[in-house]
């Protein structure tokens, strides 16, 4: 029974191609913006998530509260802030920093361009939460001030002559030699200048604040009781809640959050036009009821029950569903893989996209519930036809 319903499903189909291939385009479209929006989200997560697993795990950050974007305040924390984190029993050692957007001058050619800083006698373990390499250079030693390391993007594509190991250039009114340039991560690393927080002092005219504070933790304690006695000592340090504490979960957890309100709002948009495709199907179907009205009177006057013509007409309208799902899914992972490929070459490496086999599956699923759901209503007024009156329908 179930060939026969395909041998006529595909006569029909074959029969009317260019309606069919219209009918399908809808689900097309629709399964395709589904696929490669929810892979693109699940890859930019994942991509986050491996960047956090290479951050400080043993690691927290206090910053001014209600802080959004990049840590450019400097006028709530302060050294006497970082020097209270460094007395909490469980720190390891405490990195202070402080940020400024600055004007950046080489080569005769002025940028604004993000500039980091952190204390010259941390050398690399001032770094060590960002699990970067140097592709050239080294980091600083203890007490120099006018040396600068910079991120692979900010050497090549800040300014039109590249930056080399051992260029000056000019951050503010300081000219600062270029000692270490990082190999390319794929985040903002690549694209900002680091300094000596001593010597940033006096370029940024900043004497005593702070834009962020890290707290490394010894091994073995746990992040999460660490956090509460830095929030109970700082509270008692400064009379006030002007700052926030977050370990490397927090933030990711924050993270997550965000890109999954996104990820809903898109993918509900994209459903908009798997809603449209739904809609063509019923009207194809509905269509193909009219067209073959004599031939369900003939199928009931030789035996086909309601029954029957109910479920040939429901499959037809799933299979419809389905095949626009499978190219649907073709399709969004093409695109999917294409943005990775293209965001890689732009030099944004944190989309790892990865179309899994659950969401191929539930894609599929769904074009096809889709098409069966558009096909109900045609199904039903098909299988309620008299076979006398659709016999002498023309």
């Not at 693109?40 to 991509?47: P, R, T, V, W």
């Not at 402080?98 to 361009?113: P, T």
């Not at 007490?143 to 594509?157: H, L, M, N, R, Y």
């Not at 899914?329 to 179309?355: D, R, T």
Request: with cysteine.
């Amino acid at each position: 029974m179930i060939k026969d319903y395909l041998m006529l499903i595909w006569k029909n189909v074959t029969h009317k191609k260019i309606r069919s291939w219209l009918t399908v385009i809808g689900v097309v479209i629709g399964i395709a913006a589904i696929i490669s929006l929810i892979a693109l989200g699940q890859g930019l997560e994942s991509g986050i998530e491996e960047q956090f697993s290479k951050m400080g795990i043993s690691s927290l950050r206090v910053i001014p509260k209600g802080l959004m974007g990049q840590p450019e305040r400097s006028d709530i924390l302060t050294t006497k802030d970082s020097d209270i984190c460094e007395n909490v029993i469980g720190v390891d050692y405490v990195t202070p920093m402080l940020v400024k957007s600055i004007k950046v001058s080489y080569s005769n050619e002025d940028k604004f361009v993000s500039v980091y800083s952190y204390p010259s006698d941390q050398g690399e373990k001032g770094l060590a939460d960002l699990d970067v390499k140097y592709a050239k250079g080294r980091a600083f030693k203890d007490g120099e001030k006018e040396v600068a390391i910079i991120g692979s993007k900010f050497s090549e594509d800040t300014f039109r002559k590249e930056i080399r190991i051992g260029n000056k250039i000019d951050i503010g009114n300081d000219s600062f030699k270029v000692i270490g340039i990082f190999e390319e991560t794929g985040t903002n690393v690549d694209n900002v200048a680091y300094i000596p927080l001593e010597q940033a002092r006096e370029t940024f005219s900043e004497p005593d604040g702070l834009s962020v504070i890290v707290v490394h933790a010894l091994e073995g304690v746990d992040l999460e009781e660490l956090g509460k006695k830095v929030i109970k000592d700082l509270k008692r340090s400064r009379d006030d809640e002007l700052f926030e504490v977050y370990t490397p979960k927090q933030l990711l957890e924050q993270v997550s959050s965000i890109l999954g309100i996104v990820q809903i709002i898109l993918v509900g948009i994209a459903s908009i036009s798997l809603v449209v495709g739904g809609v063509g199907i019923m009207n194809s179907m509905f269509t193909s009821v009219l067209e073959r009205t004599t031939e369900i009177g003939t199928m009931k006057a030789i035996g086909a029950t309601n029954k029957d013509i109910l479920l040939l007409f429901l499959i037809e309208s799933g299979s419809i569903g389905l095949v626009g799902g499978t190219f649907g899914v073709i399709l969004g992972s093409v695109m999917a893989y294409s943005v990775e490929f293209v965001a890689s070459q732009l030099g944004f490496g944190l989309i790892s996209i990865s179309v899994s086999p659950i969401l191929i599956l539930f894609a599929l699923a769904f074009s096809f519930l889709v098409g069966v759901a558009s096909g109900v209503i045609p199904a039903i007024r098909a299988s309620k036809l008299i076979p006398v009156e659709a016999l002498r329908y023309e």
